[in-house]
């Protein structure tokens, strides 16, 4: 959000019912098809798609969506803490299996590597030829 632009509290608010309607629409979509998926991705895609639908979405966006989002982003790193309490709280499993974990880690991360620098190749040589 802009410096410059001040948010209210009922904005926010506002703001914020934007986002629970979005994950509720999510969850009624899952219960009423049935799709393996949990709701909240489904009310993030459908978000998604409602944001990007042209010149208005774009501006609904600005209006509607970011003052909630911008603060939500500002807290995410305190989401971290119960994963974090979590991964501690199961250090004696997470020893028990410590091979498996380490080979996970190890093919995951080069499984990205790859991956990453495939695209990129594949973006570099598009961008040479074009």
Do not use: C
Request: glycine share 12%; aromatic share 6%; no cysteine.
């Amino acid at each position: 959000m802009h410096p410059d632009r001040r948010v209210t509290v009922a904005g926010w608010l506002g703001s914020f019912a934007v986002l629970v309607v979005f994950q509720l629409l999510g969850t009624a979509v899952v219960a009423l098809t049935g799709v393996d998926l949990p709701g909240t991705v489904v009310g993030l895609a459908l978000l998604g798609l409602a944001l990007t639908v042209g010149a208005r979405g774009r501006t609904w966006r600005r209006q509607r969506v970011e003052p909630a989002a911008d603060t939500l982003l500002e807290l995410l790193p305190l989401l971290f803490v119960p994963a974090g309490v979590g991964v501690v709280a199961y250090l004696p499993v997470l020893g028990d299996h410590l091979g498996a974990v380490v080979v996970a880690l190890v093919l995951s991360f080069a499984a990205t590597l790859l991956t990453t620098g495939g695209i990129l190749e594949l973006l570099v040589r598009r961008r040479a030829s074009g």
